[in-house]
């Protein structure tokens, strides 16, 4: 995960879970996403369409993919601060900013929104 660096991690004592040390933040329209200590590090092999792509188009076969590593790991949606949902694409749901609707930022699986995945990459911290 050496795409992360370590002042926006918070290590809890005792277990291996890397936390968000920093708020998450929109990068287009600077909303709060999550909150400190709310997300955890972990490397997720994914691949999400493009920023910027409609969530209603997402599972075409024209998107372009973009390969995504790292995410928080967030239990249970209303963890979020701020966070919107697409409609289901080939059973995921894709995550994106609940106020400029950019994204997607993350994803779910829609049979399970109690583990959700916020791409770090996609993203700012402050």
Known sequence: MSTVTQDLLLSVEGEEKKLN???IHCKVCSSLVLLPGKGQLINKPTELPQVSVKASTAGSPNVQLDEVSDFWL???MFTFENVGFSNAVNGI???LCADCEQGPIGWCLDANREL??????RVVYK
């Open 74 to 76: 967030v239990h249970g």
């Open 116 to 121: 959700l995945y916020i791409s770090h990459n």
């Open 93 to 95: 749901k894709y995550l």
């Open 21 to 23: 040390a920093k708020n």
